[in-house]
T-cell receptor
Framework: EPEVTQTPSHQVTQMGQEVILRCVPISNHLYFYWYRQILGQKVEFLVSFYNNEISEKSEIFDDQFSVERPDGSNFTLKIRSTKLEDSAMYFC??????????FGQGTRLTVV | RKEVEQDPGPFNVPEGATVAFNCTYSNSASQSFFWYRQDCRKEPKLLMSVYSSGNEDGRFTAQLNRASQYISLLIRDSKLSDSATYLCVVSGFQKLVFGTGTRLLVSP
């Protein structure tokens, strides 16, 4: 069964460092997403990506964040200068169309 | 008003009980509706899509009322393995919007 894969599963980084979270969406899917979930809180939308560009982003997705689809298969989220409050679980998701989305297992980001 | 509202619970029920969760959404232009299940520190996993005609999958029944902007999930004959957080998710063309989730604890 096709699945969304994310790497790494856990990343620890120092405040101010750049991190790149990687995702391989399901191959025939067209819509890609990043969400985050701070421990004990709700799943929050960060950004959606369609047709090689950002289609929507939330207030959380400020200039410190960027997304790329560098090679037609990977989908990355970069945080340029991490803050303590960026510590969260980051989920990548993909969907074929206006149907259910499938989520990766997540990357737990810990900023120290 | 929140985009998607759910009672956070927790709902504590004994095995075999029937439990119902409700959800309301604010955007009348929403097009797709889902219930996802999330276990502790895991990714959301699709439980079922929700249609206006209502749909059933084994012990799970979902209903959508577009006029009232209301979605429900009914779980019959609860199992210990049903303990999880149930996420109401509403979508337009682009993003999916999550409710806070309702925590269910099924006890022996």
């Amino acid at each position: 069964e096709p699945e969304v894969t994310q790497t790494p599963s856990h990343q620890v980084t120092q405040m101010g460092q750049e991190v790149i979270l990687r995702c391989v969406p399901i191959s025939n899917h067209l819509y890609f997403y990043w969400y985050r979930q701070i421990l004990g809180q709700k799943v929050e939308f960060l950004v959606s990506f369609y047709n090689n560009e950002i289609s929507e982003k939330s207030e959380i997705f400020d200039d410190q964040f960027s997304v790329e689809r560098p090679d037609g298969s990977n989908f990355t989220l970069k945080i340029r200068s991490t803050k303590l409050e960026d510590s969260a679980m980051y989920f990548c998701a993909s969907r074929e169309g206006p149907r259910e989305a499938f989520f990766g297992q997540g990357t737990r980001l810990t900023v120290v | 008003r929140k985009e998607v509202e759910q009672d956070p619970g927790p709902f504590n029920v004994p095995e075999g009980a029937t439990v119902a969760f409700n959800c309301t959404y604010s955007n009348s232009a929403s097009q797709s509706f889902f219930w996802y299940r999330q276990d502790c520190r895991k990714e959301p996993k699709l439980l079922m899509s929700v249609y206006s005609s209502g749909n059933e999958d084994g012990r799970f029944t979902a209903q959508l009322n577009r006029a009232s902007q209301y979605i429900s999930l009914l779980i019959r004959d609860s199992k210990l393995s049903d303990s999880a957080t149930y996420l109401c998710v509403v979508s337009g063309f682009q993003k999916l919007v999550f409710g806070t989730g309702t925590r269910l604890l099924v006890s022996p």
